[in-house]
């Protein structure tokens, strides 16, 4: 498809997009349309915008990209998507959040929490964590969305991309708050199901229907094995005669390892060891004219870190397993219940039942678009390895193993032509949903919550979307930044810590609010600092994301990739994600702090816990 009609069919909906958000502003006449879109949305609409906000770029890209790595198992963060993120957090949270907002007359998240528990503290420290760190989570859907433009559009390089991309969405959100903003990812939420739905019958078509295709992928490791061992007598006949059958592929991936690190250097450099070591050429030339000897190596280390097959889970215990199980799934899966972006949905709508009204449709638009992309990805390895195809698995087909380009890449090279345009469209606008939300959020962080409400306390109503205008502007530089310096392959990683972090931040004082009458200000404000604190040092000094990139102050201040190197009692820390240890200690913290504290008044409790519509 040529570049004039993916760039045309782009116009017309990025016109669509506009003249939406130009709605919303129009319709956008106080605090409380701008901050909670005037509490009278749709449920469905509230339903397509909250999905199309919790499924983004990074989980169609990135976490598509990942599960070409780990595979199926994947699928496990599908279930939590929709039992936690949908049906847990409408039906039992959601009719709580909304009757307590609507009481409160509290407009953001950190609001709800700080007139809860009667702490402007409260709020605007909430707000300043949305508003640092979100970038994080942000710049990890903007990657995402770059990649796949600089990927499509090869006249259009990764940095322009973001800057560009930036530019659109910054528009609609500063000029129509949250009614602009839900009235565009409804519209974004419709096109992503349709482009997913297409996008999976055309992948099992591709492998030859749904039985075949699993089949083949089920096969693929064990295809792989059988093809490396009918190549053994030419890596033999090229290595020297003191390396022993066992030593064989050991010697072989070696000389391939100092082959990818040699890429860097000059002519003459590699002329020198070309010339110092001959064999290093007959590698070389081994694998260009054997995709399966590249695949060996790809399996090979994935398997040093537990990987058994993208139909199996990873072996229990293994990097691999910690990263998938406590950062990817259990990370995102239940950090979804504290995402201050998704929460403020709640009190958009008028009532309890629109709320149930909209479960089903967020549940089957959650399983569209987790699901697709983490079967895709996973898929993508039988397509790629096919001969036809190239014969290189997902990790070994992108440049640099970068599996935020498999999902791209994939679309680019084993779909029509025609499906180009409208899948560009079905991920900017999950790119543009999500972001549009997270600026939103960062943007009445520091406006409602830090100025106006919070610590800072200014209460000048007249300045709040004002200074909330200032603060998206603000965040959007922010994640431009991040998304500039953050490693490759970061995209998953960088969500799974966002979503981690919330949840031991938020979660434990956001549950007692909603529940428990005894939960004190004390108390809250103790499991706040207690779980943000906590976060903040595993972050720091222990978790390496993805099991291989250093702890950041870790390698700053003592020269380590963790602190915790080695198991203690057994558990690999370094590989846990901070939620694991910050979450329960959040939570004891809440419940001990505030049976030893005093309780809100009966009159302040009876305003937040009595029912009405």
């Known amino acids: 498809m040529s570049v004039e009609l993916l760039a ?29 879109a005037g509490r009278k949305t749709h449920p469905y609409v509230m339903a397509l915008s909250y999905g199309a906000t919790f499924i ?4 169609i890209v990135g ?8 595979g199926m198992g994947l699928l496990w963060l599908t279930f939590l998507n929709i039992f936690v993120g949908i049906f847990l957090a409408f039906v039992v949270f959601g009719k709580r959040t909304r009757l307590m907002g609507h009481r409160l007359q509290a407009h953001t998240f950190p609001e709800l929490l700080g007139r809860r528990f009667n702490s402007r503290f409260i709020q605007g420290f909430s707000g300043l964590i949305i508003l640092l760190f979100m970038p994080l989570y942000a710049s990890a859907v903007l990657i995402a969305a770059a990649r796949y433009i600089e990927t499509t559009f090869t006249a259009v390089n990764y940095e322009v991309a973001v800057v560009l991309f930036s530019i659109l969405i910054a528009g609609y959100v500063v000029a129509g708050g949250l009614k602009g903003v839900m009235y565009t990812d409804a519209f974004q939420g419709v096109i992503m199901f349709v482009g997913m739905v297409i996008l999976l019958a055309f992948t099992y078509g591709q492998l030859g229907g749904i039985v075949t295709a699993h089949r083949r992928l089920a096969d693929l490791p064990a295809q792989i094995d059988a093809q490396y061992q009918e190549l053994t007598p030419a890596i033999r006949g090229i290595a020297p005669p003191d390396v022993q059958d066992a030593q064989l592929f050991g010697w072989f991936a070696g000389k391939a390892t100092a082959l990818k690190e040699m890429s860097e250097k000059s002519d003459a450099e590699k002329a020198a060891a070309m010339g110092a070591d001959p064999s290093l050429k007959a590698v070389g030339g081994l694998l260009k004219e054997n995709p399966a000897l590249t695949n060996k190596l790809v399996i090979a ?60 449709v967020g549940g089957v638009f ?12 996973s898929l993508s390895n039988a397509w790629f390895a096919d001969p036809a195809n190239g014969g290189k698995v997902s990790l070994a087909a992108v440049p640099g193993g970068n599996i935020d380009l498999i999902i791209p890449l994939f679309i680019k090279q084993a779909l029509p032509q025609w499906f180009g345009a409208i899948f560009m469209l079905t991920l900017l606008s999950a790119a543009m949903s999500t972001l549009s939300s997270q600026f939103h959020a960062m943007g009445t962080s520091i406006g409602r919550d830090f100025y106006e409400k919070g610590i800072l306390g200014a209460h000048d109503h007249q300045s709040t979307v004002l200074i909330t205008r200032a603060g998206v502007i603000l965040a959007i530089l922010a994640t431009m930044v991040l998304s500039f310096i953050l490693p490759e392959g970061i995209v998953a990683a960088a969500t799974a810590i966002f979503f981690g972090l919330c949840a031991s931040s938020f979660l434990p004082m956001y549950i007692g609010g909603l529940f428990w009458k005894g939960m004190t200000r004390v108390g809250a404000v103790s499991s706040l600092c207690a779980g943000f604190g906590v976060s903040f040092f595993w972050l720091m000094f222990v978790q390496q994301p993805k099991s291989t990139l250093d702890a950041i102050l870790a390698r700053a201040l003592f020269d380590k990739a963790t602190v915790f190197p080695e198991p203690i009692f057994g558990i690999h820390w370094n590989w846990t994600e901070a939620l694991f240890v910050a979450l329960p200690i959040s939570a004891i913290v809440a419940v001990a702090v505030s049976l030893a504290t005093k309780p809100e008044s009966a009159e302040h409790l009876a305003k937040c816990f009595n029912k009405t519509n």
Not at 325 to 344: E, F, N, R, Y
């Open 8 to 36: 045309f069919v782009a116009i017309l909906y990025l016109g669509a997009v506009a003249y939406l958000g130009f709605r919303g502003y129009q319709a956008t006449r106080s605090t409380s349309d701008y901050l909670v």
């Open 56 to 59: 983004s770029t990074s989980a």
């Open 63 to 70: 976490f598509g990209g990942a599960a070409a790595a780990f």
């Open 301 to 360: 280390k994935l398997a040093k870190g537990g990987f058994l097959g993208w139909t199996n889970m990873p072996a229990t215990g293994s990097s691999m397993f910690y990263v998938l199980v406590t950062s990817i799934i259990m990370g995102v899966g239940i950090g979804v219940l504290a995402q201050p972006q998704l929460t403020v949905r709640f009190m958009t709508v008028k009532s309890a039942r629109e709320l149930n009204r909209a479960v089903l």
């Open 366 to 377: 959650i399983l569209a678009m987790t699901g697709v992309a983490f079967i895709v990805g």
